[in-house]
């Protein structure tokens, strides 16, 4: 009766903590919209903000009314897109026009904003847009 009761505690123990792991293990998907994504890469390559001093880090902010906003590194902009499922499409709206020191990454993350970008994935923390299987721009997301 003492083994079966020990072997009984053993398995509810031993899948109470397995249940435990796969909670803390797994990770879910941030959002699209309202999540502040902040800029890594551009087709590939990441930011050199050493190189090219930013004085916002670039981010993006997808609303949940079919908007959306961000900082170029100086300027902000804005504009609309339509989300269904995987699919996205952006369209440009306009930016501020202030001079900036260092406007490389903000003139290259314009250009890639105005790409044809057409699908998405989020993997976790990940959001990368693309334009068919281009990858245009990847970001981090940060939970508001």
Known sequence: MKIQLSIFLFVLLCLGGCKTNKSVTSTENLPL???RWNLVSIEGQELETNKYPV???PYIIF???GQYNGNLGCNIFFGTYYQKKQKIEIEYGSATKRLCPNMEIEKAMMGAIKKDINN???DGKNLTLYS???EIMKFE???K
């Open 141 to 143: 997301g940060v939970e």
């Open 55 to 57: 004085q916002v880090k």
């Open 132 to 134: 068919g299987k281009k």
């Open 33 to 35: 919209q309202g999540t």
């Open 120 to 122: 998405y994935i989020i």
């Open 63 to 65: 609303d949940t009314t």
